[in-house]
């Protein structure tokens, strides 16, 4: 599959307390679905960073949304980032971190 010119990555870095993984990571699933469902993403992927290795007693997590273009990018963050975010902080609040960026496919 290749990406188009307009093609954009949201990355989402997540660290999470290993205590709550398993929680965790069913919401997360659940949460992405949701996500992908909106208008403009394509698809997204979730990983488990093997290398660096997490802290003792961490899980680390990468999910990487395609998205049609920055504009669905803006679209999302505008108007579904909030509550969403509000979501996952209300139920594992202080139990994971998160850090975001932004890429743009270039082309081969």
Known sequence: MHATADETIYEVSLDVDAAVAADFLAWLRGHIDEICALPGFLGADLH?????????????????????????????????????????????????????????????
């Open 48 to 108: 488990e960073l093997a290398d660096p290795a997490p802290a003792p007693g961490r899980l680390a997590l990468c999910v990487r949304y395609r998205l049609r273009d920055a504009a669905a990018l803006e679209t999302y963050l505008r108007d579904h980032a909030p509550r969403m975010r509000a979501e996952g902080l209300a139920r594992f609040g202080g139990r994971f971190d998160a850090s975001r960026r932004v890429m743009r496919v270039l082309p081969r």
